[in-house]
């Protein structure tokens, strides 16, 4: 008989619908009945986990929406918490813009002139993209009142002067000129506003009310233009400042080469080009002088540092750092010197007949300090001619003009600078031959200066050799103020701590010493930030109520303060505020550190910017943290100035902030 060999399904052994199948009795038959005893339970077993396992499914089924669910519903919080942030800036921006029409419309009735004008004129620039008419109206108050504000810096500037002259030890602050700064601002928004003004310049009179000469006005229109110039270079307008400045570079002036070395920074070819024309213009001009030449020679040899050599002395003037030779091609070079000398090898007239700046004594200085250039770069024979011209020029030029022993001056910047030891030993070798106690107190002084500039305390020790007891007296608190200003650059800390604890300083010069101290400790010893917040707030209280340096200086506590711990500045602002409402004549703007001295004919000083004395920062980091409690801060400023700066620092910082 045939064995049925076919498969069993497993159903057909477990599903109790399908009849036995017989099976055959041999030897797989034990297997087959052993199926057949098992099936069910096995069955049962795979029966439960389908059970399971669709359990499972379902559950996954149910629980994987889930996370999408989640995320949902945190997307919809982030949009709701980003609707409410968007709320809140346009609220708030809503009030800026509100504070500022409010303190343009005050403005109007500001007894300082000054402050009226720069407030209508920065709350114009502020509110342009919004409000354009209005701050079109705001400019052209601002403009009328700088008119105004310009005669009081004047009044301001010759009061100073006055009480310079009464104290060696002080210099005046440099007047500002706010037709500048409103015209700036307009000229920013719409060029057609920047020329309006310009124009009207030409009807305006002086500030002592003469009238502003033809050539004066000129100069101060081309100042404008080639400043507004600058500003779009800055911005990155490259080709605007191109036709701003364009119609002013003709007269061949520092401040025109000057903006030539910026815009060759931006574009090569275009400034070249401009500078090769004014070398052709500087030739054919007869009125072109060796102070020209010394000039155009700034553009290739010296960027942005320009010297002059005139009656009243060498006139040295620096624009900005040092800037790198730039690299020119033979064709300039040889047209700036073909120039160069066309005009210095020209006739020389009698003496006391010389009709420019410079003079024989200019030319023969300006010979001496290019002629080394010459020598590097010039043809041969150029360079022998103008040897034979300085030889002429010697028996025309003054005795003390040939006496100068100060060729490193005379050639500053020409060539490699000498570094401060060989000024330091070449200083102590003219000293060993000294003759005069005049003239060693005059060494001993430029050795004092030479290590102040190095915050090397050994700087007294030269102080204290000067014979002459008045210029000793005078030059102490300088040479100590300008140590301090020079550790604080060089971040030394404990050489700055020195100085003011042995140094004849004033209170403002201590406190915005320990002011500074505390700012390098801020990251590195909080704890000795803090004893130096505190010295520096004592200094600050000993310092007249009605002295203006007192609240710059408790502004100045509160800046660093605010590095520390911003809890304590918003409580130490309070003294600043009353200290600001006991000053008249405090502005709260221009913050500087400003000191000086006048000794046997000779007046050194520095002014150095600190915007720390500033209520401006302050206020838009205290906005930056909690507006409407900064708002009321500055409410509490009474006089029109520090306000009116303390309310645009806050409106800036909201109107100016972007969207997170």
């Known amino acids: 008989m045939r064995r049925n ?86 609220e708030r921006r809503a009030n800026a813009q509100s504070l500022l029409i409010n303190l343009a419309a005050d403005a109007r009735n500001f007894n300082d002139p000054i402050a009226r004008a720069r407030t209508q004129a920065r709350v114009a620039d502020i509110l342009w993209d919004t409000d354009r008419d209005r701050s ?106 191109i036709q701003f400045a364009d119609p002013v570079l003709a007269p061949i002036t520092w401040r025109a080469i000057d903006f030539l070395t910026y815009l060759r920074e931006k574009n090569a070819t275009a400034a070249d080009q401009r500078y090769a024309a004014m070398l052709s213009n500087a030739a054919a001009d007869p009125q072109t002088d060796a102070n020209t030449v010394s000039d155009l020679s700034s553009y290739l040899f010296t960027p942005h540092f320009f010297v002059e050599f005139t009656s009243e002395g060498t006139r040295m003037n620096a624009q900005a750092a040092p800037g790198r030779v730039p690299a020119v091609s033979n064709e300039l070079r040889l047209a700036f010197f073909r120039a160069a000398a066309s005009v210095l090898l ?64 005379v050639r500053k910047d020409i060539g490699p600078e000498k570094p401060a030891d060989d000024w330091e030993q070449q200083l ?37 050799k000067i014979d002459d007891t008045d210029m000793r007296n005078s030059v102490r608190p300088f040479i100590d103020a300008s140590m301090t200003l020079r550790a604080v650059s060089k971040k030394d800390v404990e050489r700055l701590l020195e100085i003011v604890r042995t140094g004849e300083l004033t209170h403002m010069q201590k406190s915005w010493a320990y002011s500074q101290g505390a700012k390098l400790l801020s990251k590195t010893d909080r704890e000795r930030a803090q004893t130096l917040i505190e010295s520096a707030a004592t200094e600050a209280r000993r310092i007249d109520t009605s002295d203006p ?69 302050i206020f838009a980091a205290f906005a930056a943290e909690d507006y409407e409690r900064a708002v009321e801060l500055a409410r509490g400023l009474r006089r029109d100035s520090p306000r009116a700066s303390a309310t645009i ?12």
């Open 5 to 90: 060999t076919d498969p069993v399904s497993f159903k057909a052994l477990t599903d109790p619908r399908v009849p036995a199948l017989r099976i055959h009795r041999d030897r797989s038959s034990s297997r087959a009945n052993d199926y057949r005893r098992r099936g069910p339970a096995l069955a049962g077993r795979m029966s439960m986990r389908s059970h399971f396992l669709f359990a499972a499914i379902l559950l996954l089924a149910i629980c994987v929406p889930a996370a999408p669910q989640r995320k949902e519903n945190n997307a919809n919080n982030r949009t709701e918490r980003d609707l409410a942030a968007e709320r809140l800036l346009r």
């Open 136 to 241: 079109r109206a705001l400019f052209r108050a601002a403009w009328d009142a700088a008119e105004v504000a310009d005669t009081e810096i004047l009044r301001r500037a010759n009061e100073a002067i006055k009480q310079q002259s009464n104290d060696d030890t002080i210099i005046a602050p440099a007047a500002r000129d706010l037709w500048r700064e409103v015209l700036r601002l307009a000229s920013k928004h719409d060029r057609g506003l920047g020329e309006e003004f310009l124009a009207q310049l030409k009807e305006r009179k002086g500030p002592d009310g003469t009238e502003t000469s033809p050539r004066e006005v000129a100069q101060i229109a081309a100042r404008q233009r080639l400043d507004l110039a600058r500003q779009l270079l800055d911005a990155g307008d490259t080709e605007r400042a």
């Open 346 to 409: 020209r006739p020389l007239a009698p003496p006391g007949q010389e009709q420019n700046s410079a003079g024989h004594d200019g030319h023969y200085l300006v010979i001496k300090r290019l002629l080394p250039l010459f020598e590097q770069y010039a043809p041969p024979e150029m360079t022998a001619a103008l040897r034979t011209q300085l030889d002429a020029l010697t028996s025309l030029a003054s005795k003390s003009t040939r006496d100068r022993d100060d060729d490193e001056w």
């Open 428 to 464: 102590l070798d003219r000293l060993d031959h000294a003759k005069t106690s005049a003239e060693r107190d005059q060494l001993n002084l430029q050795l004092a200066l030479v290590l102040a500039g190095r915050a090397d305390l050994h700087a007294r020790d030269y102080v204290d």
């Open 549 to 617: 340096d007192r609240p710059r200086a408790f502004f100045g506590v509160t800046n660093a303060l605010f590095l520390i711990d911003h809890k304590s500045a918003w409580q130490q602002i309070d003294d600043a505020i009353r200290a600001a409402n006991s000053a008249d004549s405090f502005s709260g703007e221009d913050g500087e550190l400003a000191f000086g001295v006048r000794v046997k004919g000779m007046h050194f000083g520095r002014n150095s910017p600190v915007p720390d004395f500033d209520v401006g920062g």
């Open 649 to 660: 620092a806050i409106a800036r910082s909201v109107l100016e902030q972007k969207k997170n």
